[in-house]
C-alpha cells in the first residue's frame, strides 16, 4: 500500500499575500503541513503542487518533493482545487508513479496532528467510502441561529424542524466542515467531478486543531494556540 501526501499551495493569495511561505511560530506556513505529514509516519512521500518556484524552493527545503509546476490555468482565484488533485495525480501516473492512497494535507491548516492524519488514513483504508473529509462541531446550528433573508429583508431560519424543536439540546449534532485532512484513491479523483460524487465519510475533530488560515486574524489565532502548544519563534 502506497500512500502519498500532497499540499496543494498556490502563490496568489489576496487574503493574505504570501501566506503559504509566511512564518508561523518560527517555520513557513507550509512546512508545518510537510512536517505533519512525515510525523504521521504513513505517507511514503510528499508531493506540492504549486505555481510558484519560491513556494517550491521552501517545499524543498522542509523534505518535499516538487516535480512539477502547477500550470497557471489550475492556480487561479477561481480555479477548482479538485482539478489541481486530478492534474497531480495524473501527472504522477503518467511518468511512472503509480500509488494506492491520496491525502490532501492543506498548509492553511497548521493545528493538525500526526494522530489526526493517521486516524482520517485509517478511515479510508477501512473501506465502504470513496473520500474522507474532517469536520468539526458546529458554532452555529441550522435550526436555530442561520438564517436566510427573502426578497424584503424578511428573517427565516435556514432550516427549521418540523415538529419544532424547542430545546437546542434535542437537536440532531451539526458540523462545520474542515480543512485539515482529505483522503481518497487515485481512481476515484481521475474518475468523478467533484468531491460529493461518491460516499463521502467525515472525521470530527476539535475546533481549536480545525483552525483554517484565510486572513490575517486568522494568523494571530494560529500564532497563539501554537504558543499554548509549547510551540515558539525560532
Not at 499551495?9 to 518560527?26: C, D, E, F, H, Q
Not at 491520496?102 to 473501506?127: H, M, N, Q, W, Y
Request: charged share 25%.
Amino acid at each position: 500500500m502506497k500512500r502519498y501526501g500532497f499540499i496543494f499551495a498556490r502563490g496568489g493569495s489576496k487574503g493574505v499575500p504570501g501566506k503559504n511561505i509566511r512564518p508561523l511560530g518560527g517555520k513557513p506556513l507550509i512546512a508545518h503541513a510537510i512536517d505533519i505529514g512525515r510525523a504521521s509516519g504513513l505517507l511514503d512521500d510528499i508531493i506540492v503542487s504549486t505555481d510558484s518556484k519560491e513556494i517550491a524552493v521552501v517545499a524543498r527545503q522542509y523534505g518535499a518533493r516538487t516535480p512539477f509546476l502547477r500550470p497557471a490555468e489550475l492556480a487561479q482565484d477561481n480555479s477548482p482545487e479538485w482539478k489541481a488533485w486530478q492534474h497531480a495525480v495524473s501527472w504522477l501516473y503518467e511518468h511512472g508513479e503509480p500509488f494506492d492512497v491520496f491525502v490532501s494535507l492543506p498548509a492553511t491548516a497548521p493545528l493538525r496532528l500526526p494522530e489526526d492524519v493517521a486516524t482520517c488514513i485509517k478511515t479510508f483504508e477501512e473501506g465502504n467510502c470513496d473520500l474522507v473529509v474532517t469536520c468539526s462541531p458546529a458554532q452555529r446550528h441550522p435550526m436555530f441561529n442561520i438564517y436566510r433573508l427573502d426578497d424584503e429583508g424578511y428573517a427565516h431560519v435556514y432550516a427549521p424542524a418540523n415538529p419544532p424543536i424547542i430545546r437546542r439540546q434535542d437537536a440532531p449534532e451539526a458540523f462545520d466542515g474542515t480543512t485539515m485532512v482529505y483522503v481518497s484513491c487515485p481512481r476515484y479523483i481521475l474518475n468523478n467531478p467533484g468531491l460529493w460524487s461518491g460516499k463521502v465519510k467525515a472525521v470530527p475533530f476539535p475546533r481549536e486543531r480545525a483552525l483554517d488560515i484565510d486572513d490575517e486574524q486568522d494568523f494571530m489565532f494560529a500564532e497563539i494556540l501554537l504558543s499554548k502548544r509549547g510551540v515558539h519563534h525560532a
